[in-house]
């Protein structure tokens, strides 16, 4: 008994040494996880990772909030009105939706990151545009058109109209045969023909040398410097200067226009700003960002010989864009006054005084009395200058090709707006700005009046029988 007691105990002892053993195991443990803990603080700690979506494509507006393009969570960009400023707004990638063209491509850093930006451009005025545009390049059978439309008190841009139409969402040609894609009002420089002669009539009033009622000897030829220049239009052979614009005399307006020095026109060339390779100013909160705009080719004035001066002063041998020359027609819009075209909202026009406020005025006097017939709309006071200009083609003047113009003011007396429309060769037997730009120039103004709210007021003619004024 005594051994079987001894061995029980002995038993027992082991087993509390084992669970004290244990116990201590457990202590040590644990003091161990404890001092890790404290001071674990000290050691770096990475929280778990996320990956952040990438943002928005930022969208482009409307100056009503009309949204032009717009991007879905997925990526998937969206144009609501379809054709309508296509070439304005552009495109972009069809998988990445990075800009390729027109102003996705030139605001990608902006758009990439998500902002959102309001253009100048009025959705009504620019269908009103883009319509007239269509039609008149589907009867002129031109390979393509613009139109401006500019507001002659602020600059802003109301309508950028390019033809044919574009679809932004449709299978791609190849870009460098079909250019329907191209904002041509922006993107292309041509010579604007004889757009430039009430520019260079305004020259010549400011500096004093001429009226609008000062007569010169006109031909229908001239020969300056060994070349050539012609009239097309036949016309008395003395011609006032209002009679050089209404027949688009070259004889008339090159031999005024020696009565200045070349450096003079030179100088106002560059007030127009018609040597301007930015005439649109940046984005004002990040001047580093602008639209891009093809850059004027015009000769540096020691290279104006007789011959170049001529050609100058009636829009022949340097290019500018539609938009240069909307913007040099609105100053004669805006009372003499040169406002920078913008086109997104919250930018600022700088202005700066080009003509006397009398000049621009006599200047659209004579455009509205000698306007082009089909310019003309009855109860309505209208009024531009018409242009025919050679383009140049494997380095000489193509007897062919031409660009057609018109620029002009809606209305003439008072302008609202200044409207350049181009249409580059036009085909057939009316090739010339007054048989198919000017018809466009009307089309857009009768639609603006309706838009406007603005009765045609009545005529008064000569009645035939009695010699009295009647009202039609």
Do not use: C
Request: hydrophobic residues 40%; positive net charge.
């Amino acid at each position: 008994m005594n051994r079987l007691g001894t061995h029980q105990q002995a038993t027992l002892s082991r087993g509390w040494v084992v669970l004290l053993a244990l116990l201590a195991f457990a202590l040590a443990l644990g003091y161990g996880f404890y001092v890790l803990w404290h001071n674990a603080p000290s050691l770096p700690l990475r929280p778990p990772t996320r990956t952040e979506a990438p943002p928005v494509r930022g969208s482009l507006e409307a100056a009503d909030g009309t949204p032009l393009a717009l991007s879905t969570p997925h990526d998937t960009r969206l144009y609501p009105l379809g054709p309508s400023a296509a070439q304005l707004i552009g495109f972009g990638e069809r998988s990445s939706g990075k800009g390729l063209s027109g102003l996705e491509l030139d605001l990608e850093k902006l758009l990439s990151l998500g902002q959102s930006l309001r253009l100048t451009i009025d959705p009504q005025v620019q269908a009103i545009a883009e319509q007239a545009l269509w039609h008149g390049l589907e009867v002129a059978k031109a390979d393509w058109g613009t139109v401006v439309v500019m507001e002659s008190k602020t600059g802003r841009l109301l309508a950028v109209a390019n033809g044919p139409a574009f679809d932004p969402t449709a299978p791609r040609g190849n870009l460098q045969q079909d250019v329907s894609w191209r904002n041509h009002a922006f993107a292309y420089a041509l010579e604007p023909g004889s757009t430039i002669k009430p520019l260079t009539a305004a020259v010549l009033l400011e500096e004093n040398v001429a009226r609008l009622e000062t007569k010169v000897y006109a031909p229908m030829s001239r020969r300056i410097a060994g070349w050539t220049i012609n009239d097309v239009v036949k016309h008395p052979e003395t011609l006032t200067l209002s009679e050089v614009l209404k027949y688009s005399s070259n004889v008339g307006i090159t031999t005024l226009a020696e009565r200045i020095p070349r450096e003079t026109l030179f100088n106002y060339f560059k007030k127009l700003h018609f040597m301007d390779e930015a005439p649109m100013p940046p984005l004002s909160y990040q001047p580093q960002i602008g639209v891009r705009v093809a850059a004027p080719q015009v000769r540096p004035l020691h290279r104006w010989g007789p011959a170049e001066y001529a050609n100058a002063s009636f829009g022949q041998g340097f290019l500018i864009t539609p938009l240069h020359l909307a913007a040099a027609y609105n100053t004669l819009a805006n009372d003499g006054v040169y406002r920078q075209p913008i086109l997104f909202e919250g930018n600022t026009s700088q202005s700066a005084v080009v003509f006397r406020p009398q000049v621009a005025r006599e200047i659209r006097k004579a455009l509205t009395d000698g306007a082009a017939e089909n310019a003309k709309l009855p109860g309505y006071v209208l009024g531009g200058k018409t242009g025919t200009a050679q383009v140049v083609v494997d380095g000489r003047y193509s007897s062919s090709v031409y660009a057609a113009l018109f620029a002009g003011f809606i209305p003439s007396n008072t302008p609202r707006v200044t409207v350049v429309v181009t249409l580059f060769h036009p085909k057939g037997s009316r090739i010339h700005g007054s048989q198919v730009a000017a018809p466009i120039y009307r089309a857009i103004a009768a639609r603006l009046f309706a838009l406007w709210g603005v009765p045609p007021q009545p005529q008064l003619e000569p009645s035939a029988k009695k010699g009295k004024l009647v009202q039609r």
